[in-house]
C-alpha cells in the first residue's frame, strides 16, 4: 500500500499540533516539556514564554515549582545543549546520546586529547558530592588542581550534571549552580540504553513528527547510521511529502486538516520551533527573516501569524514591543495586539 502523501499545510499544522501551539492545553509543565520533545533553555525565562504559550492557565510559579520540586530538570542533553526537560526523561535521553556528545568533543576540541578528563571528573564529583556549587567555584578548585578552565565543559560530558534551582530561573535567569544529577535526582537504577535511544526517538516524533532520519539525527547528535538502527526497532508510520520525500512518524500522533485555524502565538529566545529540519520541512521561518531572528548570539523572541514568524518582540520593562517583519493586515494587528497585551500581563504578574 503506497504511503499517504501529506501537503505542506498539513506537515504545518502537525508540526503546531505538537508542540501544542494550535490551542492551549491543559498540561502540568512536567507533562508540556514531554510532550514537545524538552524545551531548549539557553536563557532560562524562554521556557516560561514557552509554556505560557501552550500552556492553559499557566503561571510563572508553576514552572519554578516544578523546578525546585524536582519534577522538572534543567541540564545540558541532546547536542550538548541545555534543556528543561522531566526528571523522569533526564536519565534516558542522557543515556542516549551520551557516547556521542563524548566523541564530538573530542573530535572537535583539539585541546581535548591532552586533558586528564578522568582525574577532573573525580576531582569534581567529590565536590559536589558536599552539595552544589557555582561554576565559578568548580573552575577555580579545577584550577588549582592543574586542570585548564576548560576542563569543566569536558567533564560535563562525563558527568551528569543539572543546575540547581533557584538559578536558572525567571527570577534569577543565569543557570550557573551545579549539583550531581544522580543526587539531585536520587538516581540508583541503571538506565537501557536501548529503551532510551527508543525513547528519545519516540519523544522527536512525538513534538516535531512526521520528520526523515536525518532530523532526527540532528535533533540527537547521532550519525544517520545510529538512527536508523534505533528506527528499525519501532512501529512507525510511513508518509511522503509533496516532493515525494519518505517521512516517519509515531502511530496515533496528531496530523490536523490543512485548513484548521491557527492562533497568535508568541515565542521566546531559541525555541525549538525555529530550529533543526522541521521548521524549513513546515515553513515556520522564512529564509530571509532567519538573520533577524539568529543573527544575534541569544537569538530574538518572535511571534506567528497563521503559524508562521511575522516579526519579532521584546519586553521593555513596561510592555511588549513589536517588530513586524511587514505591514500586518488589520485582523492580524489586532490580533496580535491582544496577545502581546496578555503577555505583557503575564511579565508584570506571572
Not at 558527568?159 to 551545579?178: F, K, Q, S
Not at 502511530?251 to 525555541?271: E, T
Amino acid at each position: 500500500m503506497p504511503e499517504r502523501a501529506l501537503s505542506w499545510e498539513q506537515l504545518h499544522r502537525a508540526l503546531l499540533a505538537r508542540q501544542l501551539l494550535l490551542e492551549r492545553a491543559p498540561l502540568t509543565p512536567e507533562q508540556a516539556v514531554e510532550r514537545v520533545g524538552g524545551l531548549q533553555t539557553q536563557y532560562a525565562p524562554s521556557a516560561y514564554i514557552g509554556l505560557w504559550s501552550r500552556l492553559s492557565g499557566f503561571r510563572r510559579a508553576d514552572l519554578t515549582d516544578a523546578l525546585l520540586r524536582r519534577r522538572i530538570v534543567q541540564a545540558w542533553v541532546m547536542r550538548s545543549t541545555i534543556h528543561m526537560v522531566s526528571a523522569a526523561d533526564f536519565g534516558p535521553l542522557s543515556d542516549a546520546v551520551r557516547e556521542q556528545r563524548r566523541r564530538l568533543h573530542l573530535r572537535s576540541d583539539p585541546a581535548a586529547a591532552d586533558l586528564d578528563i578522568d582525574g577532573a571528573t573525580d576531582l569534581v564529583r567529590d565536590l559536589l558530592a558536599r552539595g552544589p556549587l557555582r561554576q565559578a567555584e568548580i573552575v577555580e578548585a579545577l584550577v588549582a588542581a592543574g586542570h585548564p578552565k576548560a576542563a569543566f565543559a569536558a567533564v560535563q560530558l562525563w558527568l551528569d550534571l543539572v543546575r540547581v534551582p533557584p538559578a536558572g530561573t525567571w527570577e534569577r535567569p543565569r543557570a550557573h549552580v551545579y549539583g550531581l544529577a544522580a543526587t539531585w535526582l536520587r538516581r540508583r537504577a541503571p538506565v537501557d540504553l536501548a529503551g532510551a535511544e527508543e525513547r528519545l526517538v519516540v519523544r522527536y516524533l512525538r513534538g516535531f513528527g512526521p520528520a526523515v532520519p536525518g532530523d532526527i539525527a540532528r535533533y540527537a547528535g547521532w550519525t544517520i547510521t545510529e538512527t536508523r538502527a534505533v528506527l528499525d526497532r519501532l512501529t512507525v508510520r510511513r508518509f511522503r511529502d509533496p516532493d515525494g520525500h519518505p517521512l516517519l512518524d509515531v502511530p496515533r500522533a496528531p496530523i490536523p486538516d490543512a485548513d484548521v485555524p491557527v492562533p497568535v502565538r508568541f515565542l521566546g529566545q531559541f525555541d525549538a520551533l525555529l530550529l533543526l529540519g522541521h521548521t524549513t520541512r513546515a515553513r515556520i521561518l522564512a529564509a530571509e527573516h532567519r538573520e533577524k531572528v539568529f543573527g544575534t548570539p541569544q537569538s530574538v523572541p518572535t511571534f506567528l501569524v497563521d503559524g508562521r514568524v511575522a516579526g519579532t518582540w521584546r519586553w521593555t520593562g513596561e510592555e511588549v514591543e513589536l517588530a513586524p517583519f511587514a505591514p500586518l493586515r488589520p485582523a492580524d494587528r489586532n490580533a496580535v495586539d491582544a496577545e502581546a497585551h496578555r503577555l505583557a500581563a503575564f511579565h508584570r504578574d506571572g
